[in-house]
């Protein structure tokens, strides 16, 4: 899943572990300017166990969980 929000492109995915017990969730947030010495916020991962939440509920995770690493760069005044 990629989506934009405030300037940053975020490109998540989650997967099973090796052994099918766990979501493993990455979230990459870069700038969309490609302006690499303001920086970014940092990237996001999460380890979710499988049997209590469904693959797309991990994803509705990880857009929350950007948006607001995202809104908390903003307000830091990091942008």
Do not use: N, Y
């Not at 934009?4 to 998540?12: D, I, K, L, M, P």
């Not at 469904?54 to 995202?70: C, K, N, Q, Y």
């Amino acid at each position: 899943m990629a989506f934009e929000h405030r300037g940053f492109r975020v490109t998540a995915d989650a997967a099973a572990d090796e052994l099918g017990v766990q979501w493993v969730c990455h979230a990459v947030i870069e700038r969309t300017d490609a302006d690499k010495d303001k920086g970014a916020p940092p990237t996001i991962e999460m380890v979710i166990p499988r049997a209590k939440i469904d693959p797309l509920m991990v994803l509705s995770m990880l857009e929350h969980r950007a948006r607001t690493e995202i809104d908390d760069w903003h307000e830091s005044g990091q942008a």
